[in-house]
């Protein structure tokens, strides 16, 4: 993973506005943008990337290692934003570890435009994000996984999924559903919640159902994820190949380094525990 410096001390209220413009223009969600961000950036050297139309239309971003041969792949699943910047280097870090990486656009039938790294108002991305039901979503990941065993490039028998936010708790339903999947990694995805009218169900609700060991990622200072949803949901986990590491002085978004909330060193612990766990378990 790459290094990263900042700078000390504070800056002056209109760069750091400025810094922020900056940012959003170059595709990170503008919502949570911090003022003094200076996110990773992972060159795309060595690496294919760029955006692919998978069947019925899903758009995905795809980057991989530009070398001949099959690679295990990893889908990647976004936060609340969408596919924004911060996602496709993500990608780029995994492409960069010999991975596959693609990241589908869960949310393109409510956002065609690509709006949701540009909205403010927190009700509006709520409102997009609440379009892409659990089916529809569960059916994205389906098109994802039969796309990618199309692949040259790719070793169909080394598949995973990790997730971010809304992408953690999609990858523990995932990872219950399809049995290609051989790992998953669920970054402080939320763990229970409210069935509304689809009557779906959240991971504390799938633990017997898991078909690919899940390594959870999450943070206690995360105040949307009490920690003791976390312990619970460690408890059903006790005696499966899936398990929960809990950063005690990490919040919610501890890897996003645009992010107020970037913690660096539970970050890359986490991460280095991720591709441990993806190894471990043949992907």
């Known amino acids: 993973m790459a ?45 294919v990337t760029g955006w692919e139309t998978l069947p019925g239309g899903l758009p995905a971003f795809v980057a991989r290692p530009a070398g001949k041969g099959k690679h295990p792949a990893v889908i990647v699943v976004n936060e609340i934003f969408g596919v924004h910047e911060w996602i496709k280097d993500v990608c780029r870090r995994f492409a960069k570890a010999g991975y596959v990486a693609v990241a589908p656009e869960y949310f393109f039938r409510g956002d065609p435009d690509k709006t949701l790294p540009t909205l403010k108002d927190f009700p509006a991305i709520r409102a997009i994000v609440a379009k892409a039901g659990l089916e529809q979503v569960m059916g994205d990941t389906k098109t994802t996984l039969d796309w990618l065993a199309t692949q040259k490039f790719v070793n169909a028998k080394k598949l995973a999924i990790t997730g971010f936010c809304w992408g953690g708790g999609i990858t523990w339903m995932a990872a219950a559903r399809f049995p ?104």
């Open 3 to 47: 290094t990263l410096t900042r700078p000390e001390g504070t800056e002056p209220e209109d760069l750091a506005l400025s810094r922020r413009a900056v940012l959003a223009a170059a595709g990170y969600a503008v919502f949570d943008i911090a003022a003094q961000a200076e996110p990773i950036t992972t060159p795309a050297d060595g690496l």
């Open 180 to 283: 290609e999947l051989k790992a998953g990694g669920a970054w402080y995805g939320s763990l229970k919640g409210n069935p509304g009218p689809e009557s779906r169900r959240f991971p504390m609700d799938v633990v017997d159902d898991l078909k690919a060991p899940v390594l959870g990622l999450y943070g206690a200072l995360d105040k949307g994820i009490p920690v003791a949803d976390v312990e619970a949901m460690q408890a059903k986990l006790k005696g499966s190949k899936s398990s929960i590491v809990l950063y005690p002085d990490a919040d919610h978004g501890f890897l996003a380094d645009y992010r107020p909330s970037y913690n660096a060193a539970a970050g890359k612990d986490a991460w280095a525990k991720l591709l441990a766990h993806f190894k471990a378990n043949g992907v």
